[in-house]
């Protein structure tokens, strides 16, 4: 089975940083590629390195890397200033869009209608939809992570094709486990909602990932909860050190 195993690097790296990280990166790859067994790297640089990247990790046809934008537009094209389109992302050498994080549900207003609105127009033009979906605290407390979960799935998957869906990854990630200010998951809290998950979505969508506070300390037992077949990686993975000792983590480890 393919692990996922990426990053987004939120609104962090010039584009001489993005390019020396992904000119690494290539290199590392290339030189270990006992890197990439089982596991599909992917990096969600910001919109204003994604040319750069996309050239650094050469043509799309042989990239081993997949690449991917942290956002974009439901509509093609318009007057929507300061947004960019599907089109746009993939143009600059995007091949997955990233929908729905909870920092842009939580500061942008992003919706459940708008993710779904997301997701179509990814998959209308060929892309990937990597929809995050996650729970706040209070949820989790009154013990209604589950139906949030699914709430949040269903309503941006309502209606797809077969076909379709079967391109879609979804992260997990619950929002207290997220960032600087959040805490760790533990392993037992994850299992529920992973069942939950694989029961719905198993074998109907591409994969299912698992996102917050991932480091190398915990990638292994994340990986081996039940039905997680990849990882969505934030600060452990800015540095290309970081990001390769997950790749090795997840390439080492075995799962069914
Ligand atoms: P983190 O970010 O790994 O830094 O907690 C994860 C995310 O927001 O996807």
Redesign the pocket.
């Known amino acids: 089975m393919t692990r996922w195993i990426g990053t ?1 690097w ?1 609104m962090n790296k010039t584009v001489s940083e993005a390019r020396s990280y992904a000119h690494d990166l290539r290199s590392a790859l290339e030189q270990r590629p006992e890197l990439l067994e089982r596991v599909q790297p992917f990096l969600i640089p910001p919109y204003t390195a994604l040319t750069t990247v996309a050239q650094e990790l050469g043509p799309s046809s042989t990239r081993t890397v997949r690449l991917g934008a942290q956002n974009a537009h439901w509509e093609d094209s318009g007057a929507w200033t300061g947004e960019i389109s599907v089109p746009q992302a993939a143009d600059a050498g995007a091949t997955m869009v990233e929908i729905g ?3 842009r549900r939580e500061h942008f207003g992003e919706t459940i209608e708008t993710t779904r609105l997301k997701v179509a127009s990814t998959l209308r033009h060929g892309l990937v939809p990597l929809l ?1 979906i996650g729970e706040p605290a209070e949820v989790q407390e009154r013990g209604e992570t589950s139906e949030y979960l699914l709430d949040q799935a269903r309503g941006a998957l309502r209606g797809l094709p077969e076909d379709q869906l079967g391109r879609v990854l979804i ?1 997990y ?1 619950p929002i207290w ?4 200010q ?1 805490r760790p998951a533990k392993v037992a809290e994850l299992r529920e909602p992973f069942e939950v998950l694989s029961e719905e979505f198993s074998g109907k969508v591409q994969a299912l990932l698992y ?5 190398a300390d915990n990638a292994a037992a994340l990986l081996g909860i039940p039905g997680v077949e990849g990882l ?6 800015w540095s290309l050190q970081g990001y390769l000792e997950l790749l090795s983590i997840a390439a080492a480890t075995e799962k069914p």
């Open positions: 987004s939120k994080h909870s920092e995050c992260a990630e486990a997220i960032g600087a959040g996102g917050g506070s991932v480091s969505f990686i934030g600060r452990a993975a």
